[in-house]
Structure formats: C-alpha cells, structure tokens
C-alpha cells in the first residue's frame, strides 16, 4: 500500500505535490478506522481466547493462579512444553457435562423456537402498523434495556414464587386452591429466557420485515395464492435472514445463560452456565472450567459458521 | 361533466367502440371509493368488452390506479359494483378473481427464478406439473424469454423483468389483464419498440387489456379505446381518435396535446355551421353542432392544424389572423412556432418541416410577419 502511494505521488505533476500529504492522510486515516475493529477483536477476542485455550491445557496445580505453566525451563537449557488434554478427557468421560451440553442446547433450542414463535407476528403487526404506532411499538421493545437485566430476573423471581404474584392471583380468582410450582422449574427458566431475548429476535426481524415489498403479497394474491400458502411462499423464504439473524441472537446467548437457569431454576435445571461457574469459582479448577468453556464455544462456533455460509449465499444472489 | 344531453354520443364516432349487441365482460357501476374524507374514485361508470385493450388515462391522483386495484380485488368499492363476466365481484378475494394484474414495479418474487416465477400462478391452480412446464414453455417463447428459465430477477434487465412480468400475468390467461403502468420503468426507446409489442401480444393471445397509464402517447398508440380520468371521474371515455379529434372539454384537450383556446359567442348560423366572434377575429365553425346559445363557449385549435403562411388566405369563408414570430422551438421533424397576434395573444403553431431549408435557413424565422389559418372544420368547441 505504501509503495503504491508512493508511485502516485512520483506520477503528480509538480505543482499538485503540495497536496499530496492530504491524500497521504487520508489513507493513513482509512488504515487507522479499519485497523480500530480488528485492534479490538484482537486485544478483547482473539488474546483471551487463547489465554482461555491455553488454561484448558494446563493441569490442576495448588498454587496462585492454580494452573501450571505451559512453557518451562528444564535445567535452564531445554523449553518443555505441556499440553495437558486431561480436561477434555475428563468432560468427555464424565456423562454429566454431556448431559449439561445437551440440556442448555434443547433449553437454547426450545426458547430460540417460543421467541420466534412469538416475535415473528409481533415484528410483523409492527411492520403493518401506522406511522405512529410503529415508534411508539419498537420504543416499547427497547424499553425493558432500560432497566438492569438482574432486576428484571428478580421481578421474575417474584412473580413466579409459589407465594408470587401470578399465584396469589390465580388463588383470589378461584382458579386454583394450591400455589402452582412455578419458580425453580424448566418452565421458569424458559419464561426467562424468552421474557429476555425476545427483543434481540423482534428486532432483526422488524428490520428485514420492513424491506420486504408489500406488492409481492398482492402480486401472489393475484395469481392465485391464499393468506395462509402466501405466507409459507413468499413472506417466510424472504424473511429466512431475518429469522436466522434473531435466532442466533437468542440461540447463542441463551446456551451460556447463567443468571436465569441459577436464579429462576435453583438447582433443579442444569445448564453449562451454571457448571462453568461451579468448576471455576467453587472447585477452582480452572483448567476444567477453561476446558468447559472451550467445548461451549465450538458448539455455539458451528450455528455461527452456518449462518455465515447462508449470509454468503444470499450476497451472492443480490 | 359535460352534459350528455347536449351532446350526441354519436357525433364524431370512429371505429373502435364497442358494437351495440355485444355484452360487456366487465362492468363498473356508479363505483366510489372513498378514503376518509378524500374520494379517489367518483361515481364511474364504465363498459369494456371482450378483446378491447382500454386505458385509462390521467395525472397523478386521478383515481386511475385505485380503480385498478379494486378491479383486481386490492381494495373494496365504498360503494357500487363491479361486474365480471356478468358476476357480481362484490366481496371476492384477489385469489379467486378471473383477473391477473401486471404490477407497475413488476412485484417479481427475488427468491425464484423466471421459470418459478411464472409458473406460481399455474401451481396454484393445481395443475398437472406437465402442464404447468408445457405453459411456462410456451409463454416464455410468446415473450421471447427461453433460455432464461434459471435466471434470478435481479439478473434480468428491466425490459426482460417487464416481459417476465406479463408473462407471469398472462399464463393463467386471465378473462381481464390489468396492466399498471406497464412502460412505465423502460427507456423511451425500449418503451417505442415494446408498445407493439404488447399490442402484438395482446392480439394473440386475445386477452382483454386493462391498461393505466399517465402517458397519452402511450394511451393513444396501444389502446382501442380511452377513457380521460380527472379528479376520481371519467372525463370522456372513446377512441384515440375521438379523445383527441373531438375532445369534450378543455381539460380533456390540454391533457391530450395541446390546444389553443379562446373564449367566444355565436353570432349567426350559416348552412353547414356557424359564425363566431372571438377576441381574434370573427370565424366560420362547421361540422360541428352547437346545441348552447346565449352563453359563452371555448373555441379550440390545435397547433398542428394551423397553417402558416406569409400570404392571407383570401379564399370566402377562411379564418386567418395575422401575427409576428415570437419564438420557434426546432425539433428536427417539426418546429414549434409561437406567433404573437395584434391582440397581444401567444398562438401555437406545430408544422412539419417536411422540405430540407437551402442555405440552413428556415422559411420562417424570428419576428417575421406572418398569416395564420385554418380549416374551418378544424376547431373544436367546448363548453368549458
């Protein structure tokens, strides 16, 4: 790049050369604002990553921090290296964390499925809705970001208890005589979760809804086509990016979920979240922990990756 | 509105208009559509027959397109029916309607190719899937589209969207092809050569052509007949020939082409027409009736029927006026003239340039004095 910045600046008649610093900077300047992102990824993504990497094939050691070193002098003449694959050994060996790893990804999948289920017809009446309404309704959305996460799991907590809100209710409408065991249930946990990520479905859907052309739902009308064959036709395949781009936004955040599986599901709903912080802050074992987190991170790699690949697809078709 | 009474529907009739024992395969009738307070579509009235390619003609916001849409079932008259084939349209959803509409943005679907795209229609249908490719084949080769059968919309060029387009449409062969702007997105040339085009099609197929357009060129080369919308209402509905030779009124007349207006009064009959009194002059009418005395009514002319001369006409009973060239506007084919009368008034005068100048210099240039006339059958009269 430079080089060729030099050669034009060779090529410049005489008089213009004094100029040429302005076009020197602004190169320099698109090199600094595409060079800021991948800084970042690299200081906030890519190093942790490895540093995590890194743990997970260390060994157990009594000692501060308590893992052992991957590099090490021998006789101040020879490096060893170590690489421990004890942990995974042991994640694998152990049925409970394959147990754990299925239950977030069926949890994840389950929440991922009621989110859409619902989000979809609210992003659509969104999309149909005036002017007006349409802010008013997307502030609405929004609106939950406005107070702490944590508060919203605990007004969760409370409307859920078996003295809840939702109980007390129920009893004083004579619908039920005894609390319905709500709260530390699966059932709390997908409330939760859907309650919580609902907005990251809504949103990308709303925003592909919005680009879809109405006309093409009169254009199948015309030819022919009913309400329901139209939507199945036409509206769904179109907003096929829509519907993964907030899938994998609940999907993948919804797997790793601690706070709503340990505050909404107590002890009873076991998620890798929860095990993940056990390993690391209750048995200190960071190197299982680091191994946990590993393994979590290639399963949630692979929806990433084919979600890419139908984003390659659909570039490549307009 | 003109008042029907005061003029003879036959009167400048030319071929083209529905013959008389002929039952019309779509009526509209008094149809309204009102949105709020704003009434788009004013009480029309309207008969088309089987194998007319009709437009209708208007400005934005006329209420042309909103009629349209409700032929096609989009939107629901406010009051009125419309009758298709002798059956009430009331309350039928588009899906179940013998009509098929070319939509002015083409609404093909992005995410299947030309051969899915034409083919939507018929699998709705449930027809067998031999039949379904035996039909896409053929209306692919009627557009001229085979070997595109795989391409994606986006990868078509807008005069091969459009033809996908009416052939999407045309495949189901509809009783009634409602067309929205269909020229509307081509270049002027594309838009010459695909006027025939459809007209070709159209005669092949036989199908009954509803067109919208705002384009009165368009309007005139396609159609056999016209109806002007203004304001949600059927101006003058008729021929190419009609709408422009014998125009109702004088929005009818500025719309289509243009013409030069003066306001004027009768001052006595002759054998085959009248004398009228204009701020330019006294003139002879004939050939057309005036059935309104006592009441100022418009004289019109327009400027292709003007001729230009640097001698008067002395023949009895010619109309001439006597002006200067205030301005020429040179088309190549034809020259705009702009003469300035005694009066003070502009006229227009279109002639065609029809012999090559000598030394490229016209016949009539810049503030030449000059005679204007015409034929006394010429002018049209309008009553307002």
């Known amino acids: 790049?430079?080089?060729?910045?030099?050669?034009?600046?060779?090529?410049?008649?005489?008089?213009?050369?004094?100029?040429?610093?302005?076009?020197?900077?602004?190169?320099?300047?698109?090199?600094?604002?595409?060079?800021?992102?991948?800084?970042?990824?690299?200081?906030?993504?890519l190093a942790p990553f490895f540093i995590v990497a890194k743990i997970s094939l260390a060994e157990l050691t009594i000692s501060s921090p308590p893992f052992s070193d991957m590099i090490e002098w021998v006789d101040g003449t020879i490096i060893s290296v170590r690489l421990v694959f004890d942990n995974f050994i042991y994640i694998f060996d152990d049925p409970l964390?394959?147990?754990?790893?299925?239950?977030?990804?069926?949890?994840?999948?389950?929440?991922?499925?009621?989110?859409?289920?619902?989000?979809?017809?609210?992003?659509?009446?969104?999309?149909?809705?005036?002017?007006?309404?349409?802010?008013?309704?997307?502030?609405?959305?929004?609106?939950?970001?406005?107070?702490?996460?944590?508060?919203?799991?605990?007004?969760?907590?409370g409307l859920l208890a078996d003295q809840g809100t939702v109980n007390n209710l129920l009893i004083s409408l004579g619908l039920i005589e005894t609390?319905?065991?709500?709260?530390?249930?699966?059932?709390?946990?997908?409330?939760?979760?859907?309650?919580?990520?609902?907005?990251?479905?809504?949103?990308?859907?709303?925003?592909?809804?919005?680009?879809?052309?109405?006309?093409?739902?009169?254009?199948?009308?015309?030819?022919?086509?009913?309400?329901?064959?139209?939507?199945?036709?036409?509206?769904?395949?179109?907003?096929?990016?829509?519907?993964?781009?907030?899938?994998?936004?609940?999907?993948?955040?919804?797997?790793g979920e601690y706070v709503i599986p340990d505050l909404l599901g107590g002890g009873n709903v076991q998620m890798i979240g929860r095990q993940l912080y056990n390993e690391f802050a209750r048995n200190i074992d960071w190197p299982v922990a680091s191994a946990?987190?590993?393994?979590?991170?290639?399963?949630l790699v692979l929806p990433m990756a084919i979600y890419q690949h139908y984003q390659g697809k659909a570039a490549e078709r307009s | 509105m003109v008042d029907q009474e005061d003029h003879p529907e036959d009167y400048g009739k030319i071929e083209g208009g529905p013959s008389g024992d002929r039952q019309p395969l779509l009526r509209i009738q008094n149809v309204t559509k009102a949105f709020d307070e704003f009434v788009a579509v004013d009480n029309v009235e309207l008969d088309i027959y089987e194998g007319e390619l009709f437009c209708l003609l208007g400005g934005s916001g006329c209420g042309k397109t909103t009629l349209l849409r409700m032929l096609a079932g989009f939107e629901t008259p406010t009051s009125g029916k419309i009758l298709i084939d002798g059956k009430d349209m009331s309350g039928v959803p588009p899906y179940e309607r013998p009509t098929n509409m070319m939509f002015q943005n083409y609404a093909l679907f992005p995410h299947m190719n030309v051969a899915k795209n034409i083919a939507f229609g018929l699998e709705q249908d449930g027809l067998p899937r031999s039949e379904i490719k035996e039909r896409t084949n053929d209306i692919l080769r009627l557009v001229e589209l085979q070997g595109y059968e795989n391409r994606r919309p986006q990868q078509l060029s807008g005069g091969q969207r459009q033809r996908v387009a009416l052939a999407r449409a045309l495949v189901k062969e509809p009783k009634i092809l409602l067309l929205d702007e269909p020229l509307g997105a081509l270049d002027k040339k594309l838009r010459e050569q695909t006027q025939f085009e459809l007209m070709n099609i159209q005669d092949k197929v036989g199908v009954t052509f509803v067109v919208v357009t705002h384009d009165q060129e368009e309007a005139m080369i396609l159609s056999t007949r016209i109806s002007v919308m203004d304001r949600g209402r059927l101006v003058q509905t008729g021929s190419p020939t009609e709408i422009y030779e014998f125009p109702k009124s004088r929005m009818v007349a500025n719309f289509i082409g243009s013409a030069n207006i003066f306001e004027g009064s009768v001052i006595g009959e002759l054998e085959h027409?009248?004398?009228?009194?204009?701020?330019?002059?006294?003139?002879?009418?004939?050939?057309?009736?005036?059935?309104?005395?006592?009441?100022?009514?418009?004289?019109?002319?327009?400027?292709?029927?003007?001729?230009?001369?640097?001698?008067?006409?002395?023949?009895?009973?010619?109309?001439?006026?006597?002006?200067?060239?205030?301005?020429?506007?040179?088309?190549?084919?034809?020259?705009?003239?702009?003469?300035?009368?005694?009066?003070?008034?502009?006229?227009?005068?279109?002639?065609p340039n029809q012999t090559r100048p000598q030394n490229k210099t016209h016949e009539f240039m810049w503030d030449d004095k000059v005679y204007i006339n015409w034929e006394p059958s010429s002018a049209m009269v309008f009553y307002e």
């Open chain 1, 179 to 255: 609390p319905i065991r709500m709260l530390y249930t699966e059932f709390a946990v997908y409330v939760g979760i859907v309650y919580t990520y609902l907005p990251f479905m809504i949103l990308p859907l709303y925003a592909n809804m919005e680009k879809l052309d109405g006309t093409l739902n009169e254009a199948a009308a015309d030819l022919g086509s009913g309400p329901i064959n139209t939507f199945f036709k036409i509206t769904l395949p179109l907003t096929m990016p829509g519907v993964i781009a907030g899938a994998l936004l609940v999907f993948i955040p919804a797997t």
């Open chain 2, 273 to 351: 027409g009248f004398k009228i009194e204009t701020i330019i002059g006294e003139f002879t009418l004939k050939n057309t009736p005036i059935t309104i005395r006592n009441k100022a009514i418009f004289i019109g002319i327009r400027p292709e029927k003007i001729f230009l001369s640097k001698e008067p006409d002395l023949a009895p009973g010619s109309n001439n006026a006597e002006g200067t060239i205030y301005d020429i506007g040179y088309l190549g084919n034809t020259s705009r003239y702009k003469i300035r009368l005694e009066q003070d008034l502009i006229i227009d005068v279109t002639a």
């Open chain 1, 97 to 157: 964390y394959a147990r754990t790893y299925v239950n977030s990804l069926k949890i994840a999948f389950i929440s991922t499925l009621l989110a859409l289920l619902i989000g979809y017809p609210i992003a659509y009446g969104i999309v149909r809705s005036g002017p007006v309404a349409k802010q008013l309704l997307l502030f609405a959305i929004i609106l939950p970001f406005w107070t702490s996460f944590l508060l919203r799991v605990y007004a969760w907590m």
């Open chain 1, 292 to 299: 946990v987190a590993i393994v979590l991170l290639l399963l």
């Open chain 1, 1 to 45: 790049m430079t080089s060729k910045a030099a050669q034009d600046k060779n090529r410049l008649p005489h008089p213009l050369k004094a100029l040429n610093f302005l076009s020197g900077m602004q190169s320099r300047w698109k090199t600094f604002v595409i060079a800021t992102p991948f800084a970042w990824l690299l200081i906030f993504f």
